[in-house]
């Protein structure tokens, strides 16, 4: 079963907008992880945040935790044609397991 | 260096065949997983190798399935078989050691049942 729940399931913005997708989950946890996925193959990591850290960033992203809520989320900003694709989080709650969601569609018009 | 690879990108077979799917992991990664994806849904953990063993098979949906890592590097997944519902993409990913924090993707085996 399916930790993390996504949302939304999809977005759609105009290229230079910024993108934020929320991730839910139900057990306490190690990290949170996002990856994103183009095309439906091979998942590329984005970023990890730790279970004591609340915000994080890296380029253009960034990612907040709320271990008393379970959640966090993801912001894309200034968003490119070239952040289309889905995205992903994934929980690691034990020493090497990941527990990923359904993920959000994210595309980003020109 | 190279990534993760994975072979073949796809894989046609009917209901009733044999299907092998080869991981070559990052070089010195001891960690290996595998996932599977189901269309529209995210990965879900299938098997854990800690070096040559299955530390964790505890996400193989049943006995027809089964991996092995007989060097501590490249992993097979084996589906004996095959039911239309095994029709996924199957994801191998690896990481540093136990406490490597990061999994590291390949691209994947698309596996269509007929």
């Known amino acids: 079963s399916q930790q993390g729940e996504e949302d939304p399931q999809a977005l759609s913005i105009q290229e230079g907008e910024n993108a934020t997708m929320n991730c839910s989950y139900k057990?306490?946890?190690?990290?949170l992880q996002w990856y994103r996925q183009n095309s439906g193959r091979g998942l590329v990591h984005l970023i990890l945040?730790?279970?004591?850290?609340r915000e994080k960033h890296s380029g253009r992203l960034r990612v907040t935790l709320d271990t008393s809520k379970k959640s966090s989320s993801l912001l894309i900003t200034a968003s490119r044609a070239a952040d289309t694709a889905s995205y992903f989080c994934a929980t690691r709650y034990n020493d090497y397991k990941l527990s990923f969601g359904a993920g959000t569609t994210v595309t980003v018009r020109a | 260096g190279a990534g993760v690879s994975q072979t073949p990108s796809n894989k046609v077979t009917e209901k009733g065949k044999y299907v092998e799917l080869r991981c070559d992991p990052i070089?010195?990664?001891?960690?290996l997983y595998w996932y599977r994806q189901s269309l529209g849904q995210g990965p879900e953990f299938l098997i854990y190798f800690q070096g040559t063993g299955a530390a964790d098979d505890s996400g193989l949906p049943n006995d027809r399935f089964f991996a092995v890592r007989p060097e501590g590097s490249v992993s097979t997944l084996k589906i004996q078989r095959t039911e239309r519902g095994d029709s996924a993409v199957y994801l191998c990913a690896s990481s540093s050691g136990q406490g490597g924090e990061t999994q590291y993707f390949g691209p994947g085996t698309r596996l269509l049942v007929l």
């Open positions: 057990t306490s946890i190690n990290n």
């Open positions: 070089s010195g990664h001891t960690a």
């Open positions: 945040i730790r279970s004591n850290e």
